[in-house]
């Protein structure tokens, strides 16, 4: 069974920092692709970046330039470094973990899920 904890959400004025890690459990993390996704009230739920076992990485257009997805195999943890943060970034944060070692955009891909951080930025 793999288990994902995430940790670092919090509340944070426009323009600050927050770094999100995901610690796993479970399975050789090395193999397995990961991903941040975000849920926000009304929105769907939304990849905001995904990186492969082989560390490619994928951002959504909303936050390239911003947010730096990472990981380090040594500690199976995963981090999304969030910068320069808007109010619209508001949402709940889940770390995914893939299927197999390529990132994919869709949810069905990932199976399994962590609990879920939530993240708030006042303007």
């Known amino acids: 069974q793999v288990q994902l904890e995430e940790s670092g959400g919090g509340l944070v004025q426009a323009g600050g920092s927050l770094r999100l890690s995901c610690a796993a459990s479970g399975r050789p993390f090395n193999r397995y692709a990961m991903g941040w996704w975000r849920h926000a009230p009304g929105k769907e739920r939304e990849l905001v970046a995904a990186?492969?076992?082989?560390?490619?990485?994928y951002y959504a257009g909303s936050v390239k330039g911003r947010f730096t997805i990472s990981r380090d195999n040594a500690k199976n943890t995963v981090y999304l470094q969030m910068n320069s943060l808007k109010p619209e970034d508001t949402a709940v944060y889940y770390c995914?973990?893939?299927?197999?070692?390529?990132?994919?955009?869709?949810?069905?891909?990932?199976?399994?899920w962590g609990q879920g951080t939530q993240v708030t930025v006042s303007s």
């Open positions: 995914a973990a893939s299927k197999g070692p390529v990132m994919d955009t869709t949810p069905s891909r990932y199976d399994y």
């Open positions: 990186i492969s076992s082989g560390g490619s990485t």
